[in-house]
């Protein structure tokens, strides 16, 4: 069964540093994308980047090019969502998901989110 | 980079309704759509990709359909556990872009 494990919620502070994991269990890891998907309180999806876990090839959505690192860890199997200085605006939930064959592709296996408040 | 429209942005129904919900892309997108439901606190969850190919699963009373750049998803007959938000995303091209949402409520 395809699982995607996300870290737990964070509360942070401006300008603080931060990283939330997405591990993944069920497929083969190193022929897969996994992308990430910012959700703001109320508000709608956006898509900010995928990596590919073969190779760490990586793509950025405009929006979030050099808001945000996305990276990879193939011995544990987990992707990686960074951020170097945090600001409030980054208060939202945060999903990794597969997308389903290549990629660009719809997603077909989501995790569970992370929540990640910025406040002083 | 393509816009997605989602109309309307809310509804309210009843149980039994039959509901149709709308996608428009700012260009053609050849039928790279999928569509999502979530529910509060919850991951997104896939109902259809391809426009109107049904994920394994997922009840036949949803449907979608459309063509070129206006897309559809209609719920046949609504059910108590289908009240929730509907997403629709396009995968034509990068940057991936999803509708605005519309929330389904009880009438």
């Known amino acids: 069964e395809v699982q995607l494990v996300q870290s737990g919620a964070e509360v942070k502070k401006p300008g603080e540093s931060l990283k939330i994991s997405c591990k993944h269990s069920g497929y083969s890891f190193t022929s897969s994308w996994i992308g990430w998907v910012r959700q703001m309180p109320g508000k709608g999806l956006e898509w900010m980047g995928i990596?590919?876990?073969?190779?760490?090839?990586?793509r950025y959505s405009p929006s979030f090019q050099g808001q945000v690192t996305i990276s990879a860890d193939k011995s544990i199997n987990t992707a990686f969502l960074q951020w170097s200085s945090l600001k409030a605006s980054d208060t939202a939930m945060y999903y990794c998901?597969?997308?389903?064959?290549?990629?660009?592709?719809?997603?077909?296996?989501w995790g569970q989110g992370t929540p990640v408040t910025v406040s002083s | 980079d393509i816009q997605m429209t989602q109309s309307p942005s809310s509804l309210s129904a009843s149980v039994g309704d039959r509901v149709t919900i709308t996608c428009r892309a700012s260009q053609g997108i050849s039928n790279s759509l999928a569509w999502y439901q979530q529910k509060p606190g919850k991951a997104p969850k896939l109902l259809l990709f391809a426009a109107s190919r049904l994920e394994s699963g997922v009840p036949s009373r949803f449907s979608g359909g459309g063509s070129g750049t206006d897309y559809t998803l209609t719920i046949s007959s609504l059910q108590p556990e289908d009240f929730a938000t509907y997403f629709c995303?396009?995968?034509?091209?990068?940057?991936?872009?999803f509708g605005g949402g519309t929330k389904v409520e009880i009438k």
């Open positions: 990596i590919y876990l073969g190779d760490s090839d990586t």
């Open positions: 998901a597969r997308p389903r064959g290549g990629w660009p592709n719809y997603f077909d296996y």
């Open positions: 995303q396009q995968y034509y091209s990068t940057p991936l872009s």
